[in-house]
């Protein structure tokens, strides 16, 4: 449900973008053209005029469902109540016949280049379930109706990348994720199903009766993707030994953040296992960043849209003895698909954020207001997931969408844990069937 009030909100947004963009950052068009960009593409082509043949052609009774026009630089195909334009260097470019378009490897043999920027196509046909395009030079191209659908940019704008269900406690609670057996989770591929399922679409994932140690730890977080190596090592330890220079390795709280936002690619995944703690406190915070960006969106969207335009630099300073690190990550805030508004990354951190000195002071003060809604949003008791991690029990969090946090704590603590690649997760989804 939750889902589909996203789709509607974010079409609104997206006519919105097309009035108020240019106003919303007048001072600083030149700075972040990228936003302008979106409408730069609409401009229409330099190419030479050709003779629009402006009639709709339909096709033979059973398939009343198509038409099709020829128009200077496009064609306008109507299918499966979809109205779709194809600009025609990329219906040359497509041609998945067998001299364009090796099958074997599924890679473009066809040399993009080569093709000629006004080309037209001499003649077009469509039956029941193909277009049929003769180009110039004789080639013929063929494009299923489906295809096409499916492949489209109307297509597209109407679709989620990955399906996702945002929530806040309530909803998490009322949906009664189940945590996954470690030993279902290892040996069964459907208990890898299930787990990565419940991954996308909520962003957390538990698995149970692990055994509690690094190496066992190690062994799950390979089961689902790559450990990606960084300045922390491959799998770490932690303790509140302040062995490194941040606040992770105290016993004090830590308020809501992603990690590794001081990358230019944020860390995927992160794996958290609790090994020990004789102590009190130190539960841990968990977050949906989309479900707070979500409610900016509905209450604020021009806020929604600064967050997505805004970079911003984090950085790690790091000198202790035998650690000197110094890593800086650019990014806005919430990163999202521009043709269909899909959020796929929030870079929130206010530990780690750095000097802001990439727009002008206006666009800074507009800046601070969207940040403090989105903060408001994120910090609200409804939204937050409290947890207890206890030897045992490992924690997947979507480091791209979850934030986390912890209480402060005494006594003996110990975490063990990685970060993961988020591309290989999505592979190992993708090889079980599911939509990622
Ligand atoms: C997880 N581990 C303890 C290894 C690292 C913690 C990194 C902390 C850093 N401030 C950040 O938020 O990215
Ligand atoms: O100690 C914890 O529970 C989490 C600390 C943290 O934010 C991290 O390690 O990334
Ligand atoms: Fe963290």
């Not at 364009?100 to 006004?118: I, P």
Request: aromatic share 12%; proline share 4%.
């Amino acid at each position: 449900m939750l889902e589909m009030r996203s789709g509607f909100v974010f079409r609104r947004i997206e006519s919105m973008w097309c009035h108020r963009l240019t106003h919303l950052f007048s001072s600083t068009r030149c700075l972040l053209n990228r936003g302008s960009g979106h409408q730069i593409s609409w401009q229409p082509r330099y190419r030479k005029s050709l003779l629009a043949v402006s009639r709709w052609h339909h096709m033979a009774p059973a398939s009343l469902n198509c038409a099709w026009q020829l128009h200077g630089d496009h064609l306008e195909l109507r299918y499966a109540e979809t109205l779709m334009r194809f600009d025609y260097v990329w219906l040359r470019d497509h041609c998945r016949s067998a001299s364009c378009y090796n099958t074997k490897t599924n890679q473009r043999s066809l040399d993009t280049a080569s093709v000629d920027l006004c080309i037209k196509p001499k003649t077009v046909r469509v039956d029941e379930t193909t277009l049929f395009l003769t180009w110039p030079d004789g080639h013929v191209t063929r494009y299923g109706l489906e295809w096409l659908v499916k492949n489209s940019y109307e297509g597209q704008k109407q679709q989620v990348m990955h399906p996702r269900i945002l929530w806040n406690a309530e909803i998490y609670q009322q949906a009664q994720v189940p945590s996954v057996d470690c030993q279902n989770f290892l040996e069964t591929k459907e208990g890898l199903k299930e787990f990565l399922q419940n991954f996308l679409l909520y962003g957390i994932a538990f698995v149970e009766n692990v055994p509690p140690t690094k190496e066992d730890t190690e062994i799950l977080a390979e089961r689902i993707s790559l450990i990606r190596e960084t300045i922390y090592g491959r799998m770490w330890y932690f303790t509140s030994d302040f062995s490194r220079g941040d606040t992770a390795y105290t016993k004090l709280a830590l308020d809501r953040h992603t990690d590794t936002t001081y990358f230019q690619e944020p860390c995927g995944i992160q794996v958290f296992h609790c090994l020990k703690h004789e102590g009190t406190g130190g539960r841990t915070l968990l977050v949906d960043g989309f479900y707070a960006a979500e409610q900016v969106l509905q209450r604020a969207p021009e806020e929604f849209e600064l967050l997505t335009k805004v970079p911003l630099k984090h950085e790690y300073i790091e000198n202790v003895v035998g650690c000197h690190n110094h890593m800086i990550g650019v990014g806005p805030v919430l990163n999202i698909y521009p043709w269909n508004n899909e959020l796929y990354l929030i870079r929130y951190n206010n530990y780690d954020r750095a000097v802001i000195n990439t727009v002008p002071y206006d666009v800074v003060h507009r800046w601070y207001a969207a940040h403090r809604t989105l903060t408001t949003e994120l910090r609200r008791p409804e939204n937050e997931l409290w947890v207890k991690l206890k030897p045992g029990k490992a924690l997947f969090v979507d480091n791209w969408r979850i934030l986390h946090g912890r209480e402060s704590f005494t006594g003996y603590r110990q975490l063990c844990g990685c970060y993961l690649t988020r591309d290989d997760m999505l592979n190992t989804a993708r090889f079980l069937g599911l939509q990622a």
